[in-house]
């Protein structure tokens, strides 16, 4: 894309015949009124000794978190000293922040603050960053991050679904992000994935090189650690990725050209080796300054406005992490909150919501406050898989014990407790409220679809709501967590199995898990529960409790229908009581770690759960047919849950089940009685002649297909009136005395 070569100043006086009037050297109005705010009075960028002291000072700086070195990797692109003016002290814009929500008191004299134009952007609900604005940071310091944002599916928390080659984007250093990485080849490989979707996706490049950048970039500092111990700082872009990599195309000459697959790689491979140049910087700041003094000291032109805004951008530059307080909090915490809120449209029970958001940074505080490990935290959070996950948790790596080690360290003691009261703070509800125990199940539901979704679904509304309506989760079990115990344990891997492939290890502990049910172990029977509960849910076999539901009248099974009404945990808790219900979630959990081990295709549809049939002797078993288990509806499970329940409630569902019965019998008999009316046959017979005229009238009457067809509707025509004679007349009324004797009869 070409620039125009003349343009008329803005505000000059010009006419017809001289067009040059107003000019500033060789670029006229428009491009002069294009150029970027400043960057005609820009000085040039001085050398780096002479930008020391940027350094020194800001690693001073209260607000500034992240480290000296990491500050030094950070200002080697600045080219103003004057950028340290705008750090303020993180308890001015913690106050700043408080103000503007209106909490202040009205009548309350302000403190002087400091202007804050990135406040609104770059803070959250819970935190925000220390931030300098650099009005023309060099972007040949600054690389795009490892992993998109714009597809936070492979981000810290991720919101969705890892998988073994998604990276961790940490960072427990206030300021500083982190990740672990095999080597800088896997860095730039993801680099260039990013920019290669840029290339192809996002073209910006026609309107930076007349106008410049025109919304500041976002960039922290990043340390990369390497599988042989090294590790590197690099700047990070993690808002304006587009507008970054659309600079490069000027750069690189292609602006404005269409780019697909492998021609995108390949310019992809060369902006990322040149972010990686070790003299990109001073490469950069030699060119800048060249086109400064030819701009200067000759004439602005067109080729001067295209090199200085496609290689110099205004950034923010994050230098430290606060909540909204004032106090340093985790950069993983903001950088994970701040790229949901620009990029994601949250649901209330999708991936991406503040729900999930709050679970996560409540494992983060319980890691803080050493009661629960990193690799535990990182299991539970979906970002461990195989055998990183069994050694963490020392469970089976499957979505059934994955989800159960979820619910199991939030309803646990100590760890539990500091992980409820961190999302009870974060979400702003009250734990002593009776409704929180549902809510926390729902909240901790959503979490725990990332060990469901797949590329085929990724939402589970149906499940979450049967979580929030309490879920396999009993009432014996919500009595040990409120006098602080845990609400159920999961039995670990024995160090036997631990070798095992991941389907037998599962195998083996459901086995001994149902084996020691069957024994009558009360801790087996609560693990069973849940487990087997879980799989009930999500194989959809059991819902959320609705009065549309109940069907107390019929005597099969009915479609999407239940025999009486119940909460989820009450079914659970049935089916444990009985041998027929602990066979059901027994068959339920086992054919979930049978046919879906690892990550299939679809975690939520890959087995069924079975009917279970009572033998004459009382044995229960699974119904089967042809050979293959009949596969339960709900209605089926709350049957086999039924004589479970305790006798006062089975004894109200009879009680309510034969008035129900009774009610609907009455109420059939009256309208048997009613609908066949005289009345009622002479309306049907007469919309039949109405039809009938209808069709032999019309200009273009359907045809019957064969003689055959009108013959057998005369005949149910002709059927229909001889039997139309058998309905018997009413005798006409008697007048008088139906008694009183004729004169034929004296006669």
């Known amino acids: 894309m070409t620039i125009p070569a003349t343009f008329l100043p803005p505000g000059a006086e010009t006419n017809d015949d001289d067009v040059s009037l107003g000019v500033v050297g060789k670029l006229t109005a428009e491009q002069t009124a294009s150029l970027a705010a400043g960057l005609m009075d820009m000085e040039p960028i001085p050398a780096p000794s002479e930008m020391s002291y940027l350094t020194t000072a800001a690693d001073g700086h209260p607000s500034a978190t992240c480290g000296k070195d990491a500050i030094q990797v950070l200002l080697a692109g600045a080219t103003h000293p004057e950028v340290l003016d705008q750090l303020t002290h993180p308890d001015t814009m913690a106050e700043q922040l408080f103000s503007s929500r209106g909490r202040g008191r009205k009548n309350a004299p302000k403190r002087k603050v400091s202007r804050l134009g990135r406040l609104k952007q770059l803070s959250t609900d819970t935190c925000y960053a220390a931030v300098m604005h650099s009005p023309f940071h060099q972007i040949a310091g600054v690389k795009v991050l490892p992993v998109n944002p714009r597809f936070l599916a492979m981000v810290q928390h991720a919101f969705t679904k890892g998988s073994v080659t998604d990276p961790a984007i940490e960072g427990q250093t206030p300021g500083r992000l982190e990740i672990h990485l095999p080597a800088q080849q896997s860095l730039r490989d993801m680099m260039v994935q990013t920019v290669e979707h840029h290339l192809m996706d996002y073209d910006w490049s026609d309107s930076i090189a007349r106008t410049g950048t025109q919304h500041p970039l976002t960039c922290m500092v990043m340390i990369v650690h390497y599988d042989d111990g090294t590790s590197e700082l690099i700047v990070v872009c993690i808002d304006g990725q587009s507008r970054l990599v659309s600079a490069w195309r000027n750069i690189l000459n292609i602006s404005g050209k269409p780019l697909k697959a492998p021609e995108a790689r390949e310019y992809a491979e060369k902006i990322v080796g040149r972010m990686f140049a070790h003299d990109a910087i001073a490469s950069s700041r030699k060119t800048v300054n060249d086109a400064l003094h030819t701009a200067t000291t000759r004439s602005w032109t067109a080729s001067e406005m295209r090199v200085l805004h ?304 009572i033998d004459p002797d009382g044995t229960p078993k699974v119904a089967t047919s042809y050979g293959m288990a009949d596969r339960a509806s709900e209605w089926h499970v709350f049957e086999t849950a039924e004589p479970g329940l305790p006798s006062r409630r089975r004894n109200q569902i009879e009680i309510r089940r034969n008035a129900a019965r009774a009610e609907a019998a009455k109420n059939n008999a009256k309208s048997t009685g009613s609908a066949a009316t005289i009345a009622t046959l002479q309306t049907d017979i007469h919309r039949v002649e109405r039809t009938i005229e209808k069709i032999t009238t019309s200009t273009n009457p359907p045809c019957f297909d064969d003689e055959a067809q009108r013959e057998a509707i005369q005949q149910l025509l002709w059927k229909l009136g001889g039997e139309i004679k058998e309905i018997p007349v009413a005798p006409k009324p008697v007048v008088g005395d139906p008694y009183a004797v004729t004169d034929q009869e004296d006669e």
């Open 310 to 613: 496609s290689r110099l951008a205004p950034t923010n530059l994050v230098l430290g992490t606060f909540s909204r307080t004032g106090e340093p909090c985790d950069a993983s915490r903001w950088f994970t909150e701040h790229l949901t809120q620009i990029h994601l449209r949250t649901r209330s029970w999708g991936g991406g919501s503040d729900k999930e958001k709050a679970v996560a940074d409540a494992l983060t505080e319980a890691v803080r406050k050493n009661l629960l490990t990193q690799q535990k935290s990182d299991a539970l959070s979906g970002r461990l898989h195989g055998e990183a996950f069994a050694k963490a948790t020392r469970l089976p790596f499957h979505p059934a014990f994955a989800r159960a080690a979820l619910f199991a360290t939030a309803l646990s003691g100590e760890a539990g407790q500091s992980i409820r009261t961190s999302i009870a703070e974060y979400l702003s509800l009250d734990p002593n409220d009776d409704s929180f125990p549902k809510k926390l199940l729902e909240i901790l539901a959503i979490f725990s679809t990332r060990f469901l979704r797949s590329d085929s679904k990724k939402v589970f509304p149906q499940m979450v709501n049967t979580w929030g309506d309490g879920g396999a989760i009993t009432s014996p079990m919500w009595h040990r967590v409120e006098n602080g115990e845990p609400a159920f344990t999961l039995t670990c891997l024995q160090d036997d199995l631990l070798h095992l492939d991941h389907r037998t290890a599962a195998q083996r502990l459901t086995a001994q898990l149902r084996e020691r049910a069957k024994n009558g172990d009360t801790e087996a029977l609560d693990e069973l529960a849940v487990l087997g509960g879980d799989a009930l849910i999500v194989a959809d076999a059991l819902n959320r409790d609705r009065g549309s539901k109940e069907d107390l009248i019929s005597e099969v099974p009915v479609d999407k229908k239940t025999p009486y009404r119940a909460k989820p945990p009450t079914i659970v808790a049935a089916l444990t009581k009985t041998a027929a219900g602990q066979l059901l979630l027994g068959e339920a959990l086992s054919n979930w770690v049978d046919q879906v081990p690892g990550f299939p295709e679809d975690y939520s549809r890959g087995f069924i759960v079975p009917q279970i049939k």
